[in-house]
């Protein structure tokens, strides 16, 4: 059961802004990638790091090496929206809420959340690097070239090597600077630029982790050391 206190801050709360990473999508099935057994760490049978895979270079100067490792390790289209997903999404309909999430997977679409900022992009948004034609993913998944054109198609992702889309930032800025509740759930909150939205909260706002490791953000947060499909499961909307 949730303590009352933590119910409380999220009924309580004029906006909420929900900073979501790869423990949100491990529970549908989506491997993580920095934890024993996640993408990054789990890559030692491959001839270079996973990072490498997910760069810029590595389209550019190995199309096909990338669209091997794109279709081997990051692609789930059958996985579904878990609690997690379902009910931060209910928050966006029900509450002034957004979801700001480091995913790729495109789980939050399928939960229809309706304020929703994509930080590092969608595998789902497919594009030819020749054309500039965006495409369905289906395609992709059957084929790295394009049909109309022959060029090579890519997801629309930040790869390392890449800058993020600036409105991904003053989007997620916006959000926190204006909200009295921050939920982080299921990253590590090390990896930035995401990490660093945290600064931009107000003076007075709440925030609440909920992660299986501790994290030590150097400020005062409510830290809930739990399952976040159970934590999620009890949470009411109101």
Not at 108 to 130: I, M, N, P, S, W
Not at 201 to 210: F, H, L, Q, S, T
């Amino acid at each position: 059961m949730i303590e009352s206190t933590v119910q409380q801050l999220f009924d309580n709360a004029k906006k909420i802004t929900f900073l979501t990473g790869a423990g949100v999508s491990t529970p549908s099935g989506i491997p993580d990638y920095r934890s024993k057994n996640g993408l990054y760490t789990n890559n030692h049978h491959a001839a270079k790091p996973a990072e490498y895979y997910l760069s810029i270079d590595c389209l550019n100067q190995e199309p096909e090496v990338f669209y091997d490792f794109m279709m081997n390790n990051m692609y789930y289209p059958d996985a579904k929206p878990n609690v997690i997903h379902q009910k931060q999404a209910k928050f966006t309909k029900q509450r002034d809420a957004m979801v700001i999430t480091q995913n790729i997977d495109g789980l939050y679409q399928k939960a229809d959340t309706k304020r929703l900022v994509e930080f590092h992009g969608t595998l789902f948004d497919v594009y030819c690097l020749k054309c500039g034609e965006h495409v369905d993913y289906r395609e992709y998944l059957d084929n790295m070239h394009h049909q109309n054109c022959g060029g090579i198609l890519r997801p629309n992702i930040v790869l390392y090597g890449e800058g993020l889309a600036g409105e991904n930032i003053s989007r997620s800025i916006a959000a926190i600077s204006t909200s009295d509740l921050i939920v982080i759930v299921g990253t590590s909150m090390k990896v930035y630029p995401f990490a660093g939205l945290i600064d931009y909260r107000i003076k007075n706002a709440n925030v609440v982790v909920v992660n299986q490791e501790v994290l030590d953000l150097g400020f005062k947060t409510t830290m809930l050391k739990t399952d976040a499909t159970a934590f999620f499961n009890d949470l009411q909307v109101n």
